[in-house]
């Protein structure tokens, strides 16, 4: 299933990167965004997603995430998500970087995590940005507000919003940076997301892609894997380190 310079590379070079998509949290029972099932078919993004929604309608934002924050306390990480933990442990300089916003790749221990699009736990005052955990704001009330009376929002990426200049700075340098590029459970339509399998083609990496279905970027790659990441993952483990 996976070629011997994969095997090799992967075996014997100092940086792998790897880009994570809602494919990833599928096996878990999360949602994806696109495809037959996929929560844009069914919902809008510009409602839900957007800054413009919000200040329309935020309680009707905040009773979806905390939906969505509901299905995801109720889900475990799957194998895929441990392999990729686990593969920090043998990668001298392994990045992981996911375009997920529930938290999975955290609660399986990886250690190195560039979260793009934000993290769905977490919450900011829109007026003054203070940071609120899970735990420290009334999440029973219907549009929860900061101690300096700004609404508080999920701190996720909405559509028209910049990413966290940091963390892509770091997925930019990751990603020219990496001898090898996974390109895991995700459609590759997102930008800037999807770009970074392309940059780390155009440095020299050896770009590989693992889905169901093929995407933008398939006929671009060096190696399509065609599967679920959570059986593909481990068995990747297997071949490379027994
Ligand atoms: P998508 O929903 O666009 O794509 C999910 C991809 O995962 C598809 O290509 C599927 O074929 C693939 N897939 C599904 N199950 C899989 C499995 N078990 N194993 C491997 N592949 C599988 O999700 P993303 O690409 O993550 O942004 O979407 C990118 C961004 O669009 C999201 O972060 C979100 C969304 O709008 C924001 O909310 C800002």
Redesign the pocket.
């Given at each position: 299933m996976f070629s011997k310079t994969l095997i090799e590379k992967l075996k014997n070079l100092q940086c792998t990167a790897a880009l994570?998509?809602?494919?990833?949290s599928?096996?878990s029972g999360v949602p994806?965004?696109?495809?037959k099932d996929?929560?844009?078919k069914k919902m809008k993004?510009q409602e839900l997603?957007s800054i413009e929604g919000f200040m329309k309608n935020p309680e009707l934002v905040w009773e979806w995430y905390k939906m969505r924050r509901e299905i995801i306390s109720n889900v475990e990480c799957n194998p895929?998500h441990k392999a990729l933990a686990r593969m920090e442990d043998f990668i001298p300089e392994f990045w992981l970087i996911t375009?997920?916003?529930d938290d999975l790749h955290n609660k399986a221990g990886s250690r190195n995590v560039l979260e793009?699009?934000g993290n769905i736990l977490r919450n900011k005052c829109i007026k003054c940005q203070k940071i609120y955990t899970e735990t420290d704001f009334d999440a029973s009330s219907a549009l929860p507000r900061c101690s300096c009376g700004g609404l508080l929002r999920p701190d996720?990426?909405?559509?028209g919003e910049m990413l966290p200049a940091e963390i892509l700075h770091s997925a930019f340098y990751a990603s020219k940076k990496c001898d090898v590029f996974l390109s895991?459970?995700?459609?590759?339509?997102?930008q800037p997301?999807a770009s970074l399998p392309v940059l780390a083609k155009d440095s020299g990496a050896y770009v590989v892609e693992?889905?169901?279905?093929r995407?933008p970027i398939s006929d671009y790659v060096d190696e399509v894997i065609t599967?679920?990441?959570?059986e593909?993952l481990p068995d990747l483990i297997k071949a490379v380190w027994g």
């Open positions: 994570t998509g809602a494919g990833v599928a096996e994806t965004f696109r495809g996929g929560i844009w993004p997603a895929g375009q997920n916003v793009l699009h996720v990426v909405w559509f895991i459970g995700t459609s590759a339509q997102v997301a693992i889905n169901k279905e995407t599967g679920q990441s959570g593909i």
